[in-house]
């Protein structure tokens, strides 16, 4: 409930004045322009009106007192409003959710205003108007509404449009908090929505930097690995390769030791010497074959010449034995004898000499013809008989000294034989030595030869592996480049022997490293570290405004959730309380009027968009609006329309509405600013009636001219413009002075 108000340099109440509302109605009278009306607009002030044509001003500066020959002006204006709150009606709450502790049993507003603005108190402590409006709004009061009714304004619900009208009315059924958390909410929406739209420039400002470092810090990856593949590979490749040219190194080293070792055990003979020392030798030997070779033919001419008289001699004595005794022999020339004994002698020389047989077989041949021509010539001659027992007698004689001497000559001969087959196997095995050596010297020149090769191949091959070190380097070098001191800190290691394998093993790492290298060096080898880095935050920075977005979505889909649910409040707490309206509106109207109808009406009407594209916040459009329409039926009358009644009918209409409405949801108190001026005699007792009955509710502040309208009051304030030329303020209680008139 209402308890007093303090006005302080408020317009034409310079000095502080108090009012107090102890009692149900309280009336404010006084000549015109003595300041009843500032009463109401201190009223009006102190609850937050932003409207200087509501309260008779241009500015702030208006509402101070300005100043009269008497008294000085002031700097600022003070109103304070208590109210009693032990009932702990009046509550706090933001549209957040917070609330505030307000268990106190008075409950004092106040607002101050000066030349630069306004400032508002709750107890004492400075607050924002917002505030304000939150804490009357938990009792149904505001700074203007259906319990604020000024002069001249008592029709204005019938003037109003449908939506105004809809306005007050849920002012009146303390609705108008949903609609300052609605228009909060709206104002937090929009502020979202363009914090969202912000957030996702930001991001979408962001994504092609964060995918260009993505990317980069992908191909930072992909060389990290394979830097790292590389690494795995060139350590199994160094291993092999160490261990190879460690081990080819000392297998050759080895080799190179073994073949100089040989080659200098092979002595270097000159073939000059070699062939002196064999040349006397061979010499001596073919000057003894010779000699032998001499006698053995001096010999073998011997045997010869004993052959063929050994032959005549057989031929003698053939011929004796054909003829064994003869009276004469038959008379042969001697020269024919000497020829053909000649002739068989060279034939027997020439055979022996020989050593093919088939010279030797022609030359018997020949001999033959010869000999049957020989004979076949003596045919004809005369035979001379002879005594052929001497004559054998003498050849045989004769052949068998012949036979002596051959034996002693083949005997020699064999002798000769075999000197001259010794002195030729001792040529031959000079002859042999001769070969054996020259042999020996060709395999030693050869082995010599093939050796000095060995040692250019063991040169070559080591001029290899110095190559092969020297390619290996460069590898480490080139590695320890893309590597760090990783492969610096390898151990020697450990020879190994190559094997087709591990030479086709270490061949393919090679190449493998070859490539990686390749496009390890096409990529760069530097690490990276501050796209990396430069990645990492864009990436946290574009997580966060991720982050942000979803939860500005969260909070404008809290706030359009909550938005909805305040509209359904407010529309089921409207349309219930249009209900409990008619009912009181009704009896109102037929107390007023001796009878008729009176009821309000909700209404759709078409929307008027101020933009064609505008939308509602869940994004649909909203092409009906509700208003309120004000039907009424007055008794004995056909008119309807609101416009074609008369003033005090219309006073009378818009009254019984305005306390039909504060009887729904009673306001704390209610101002009345000479409502009551367009009221017969009559319609004043009603207007009293109805006066003491809204009392029962709420705290009645009446400023009114009307005598019935001021009976009806416990205390009446009188207001009086004074010499100095500010309002002053008389009170007096009806009870007492009837008391003090008795």
């Avoid at 002069?151 to 303390?174: C, N, V, Y």
């Avoid at 490539?515 to 990436?539: M, Q, W, Y």
């Amino acid at each position: 409930m209402l308890k007093q108000i303090e006005i302080s340099g408020f317009k034409s109440f310079a000095k502080k004045t108090t009012l107090s509302f102890d009692t149900p109605i309280t009336a404010i009278v006084g000549p015109n322009g003595s300041g009843k009306s500032n009463v109401v607009e201190s009223i009006r002030f102190v609850l937050g009106e932003q409207s200087m044509k509501s309260l008779r001003g241009k500015g702030g500066s208006d509402l101070i007192w300005k100043g009269s020959k008497l008294l000085p002006a002031g700097s600022k204006a003070r109103v304070a409003i208590t109210f009693d709150n032990a009932d702990r009606k009046f509550a706090f709450s933001s549209s957040a959710g917070a609330s505030a502790d307000l268990s106190f049993d008075e409950i004092m507003l106040a607002r101050e205003v000066t030349a630069t603005g306004s400032d508002y108190y709750i107890n004492g402590t400075g607050v924002r108007l917002k505030d304000i409006n939150e804490l009357l709004g938990s009792v149904n009061i505001g700074a203007s509404g259906h319990h604020i009714i000024s002069q001249g304004e008592a029709d204005r619900l019938l003037t109003a449009s449908s939506k105004d009208r809809r306005g007050m009315i849920e002012d009146a059924l303390g609705l108008k908090v949903y609609q300052i958390r609605i228009r909060d909410s709206e104002r937090k929406l929009e502020k979202t929505t363009a914090n969202l739209k912000e957030v996702q420039a930001l991001r979408r400002e962001l994504a092609p930097h964060l995918s260009f470092l993505g990317k980069q810090v992908e191909k930072i990856q992909k060389t990290e690995e394979l830097r790292k593949e590389f690494g795995e590979l060139f350590n199994q490749y160094a291993a092999l390769e160490s261990g190879s040219i460690v081990f080819a190194n000392g297998q050759l080293d080895a080799e190179e030791k073994k073949i100089r070792t040989e080659l200098a055990s092979i002595p270097e003979m000159q073939a000059s010497e070699r062939d002196s020392k064999h040349d006397q030798s061979r010499n001596n030997a073919f000057a003894e074959l010779r000699s032998a070779e001499e006698y053995q033919s001096k010999l073998s001419h011997e045997r010869e010449d004993l052959s063929r008289a050994i032959g005549r001699i057989e031929g003698k004595l053939d011929a004796l034995s054909v003829v064994h005794e003869t009276k004469s022999v038959t008379s042969v020339p001697a020269e024919s004898v000497q020829s053909i004994c000649t002739d068989i002698i060279s034939a027997i020389d020439s055979a022996a000499a020989s050593d093919s047989l088939s010279d030797v077989r022609s030359t018997l041949s020949s001999m033959r013809h010869k000999v049957s021509a020989f004979t076949e010539s003596l045919s004809g001659q005369q035979e001379e008989f002879v005594d052929q027992s001497q004559v054998r007698k003498g050849i045989e004689e004769e052949r068998s000294a012949l036979e002596a001497r051959l034996t002693e000559i083949d005997t020699a001969i064999v002798s000769a034989r075999g000197a001259v087959a010794a002195v030729r196997e001792k040529l031959s095995v000079i002859e042999r030595n001769l070969r054996e050596e020259e042999r020996n010297a060709y395999a030693g020149a050869a082995r010599r030869a093939t050796l000095e090769g060995m040692v250019r191949e063991c040169a070559l091959r080591r001029e290899n592996i110095e190559r092969r070190k020297f390619v290996f380097a460069e590898a480490m070098r080139e590695a320890q480049a893309l590597l760090g001191t990783v492969i610096i800190s390898r151990k020697e290691d450990a020879p190994q022997a190559d094997t087709p394998e591990s030479s086709a093993e270490r061949e393919a790492l090679y190449r493998r490293v070859e490539r990686i290298k390749i496009k390890l060096e096409d990529a760069g080898a530097a690490s990276g570290s501050e796209v990396i880095k430069e990645f990492e935050d864009t990436k946290t920075r574009d997580e966060f405004l991720a982050k942000e977005i979803v939860d500005i979505d969260e909070s404008m889909a809290s706030l359009r959730e909550l938005i909805h649910e305040l509209r359904d409040t407010i529309e089921r707490s409207f349309k219930e309380g249009i209900e409990k309206i008619n009912e009181q509106f009704s009896e109102f109207f037929k107390l007023m009027f001796g009878g008729g109808n009176a009821f309000l009406s909700i209404i759709v009407e078409h929307r008027r968009p101020k933009d064609e594209e505008e939308e509602s916040e869940e994004g649909e459009s909203l092409p009906f609006e509700h208003g309120i329409e004000i039907n009424v039926s007055l008794p004995h009358k056909k008119v309807r329309d609101l416009q074609m009644l008369s003033g005090g009918e219309r006073s009378l209409i818009s009254i019984a509405l305005l306390f039909a409405m504060s009887q729904v949801n009673p306001p704390p108190f209610l101002v009345l600013d000479e409502t009551d001026a367009a009221l017969d005699e009559a319609n004043s007792r009603k207007y009293g009636d109805m006066l003491s009955h809204l009392s029962k509710h709420s705290k009645l502040i009446v400023v009114t001219h009307n005598r019935e309208t001021m009976s009806r009051a416990q205390v009446l304030y009188g207001v009086t413009m004074g010499i100095e030329g500010a309002s002053k303020l008389l009170s007096i209680k009806f009870d007492e002075a009837v008391q003090i008139a008795k």
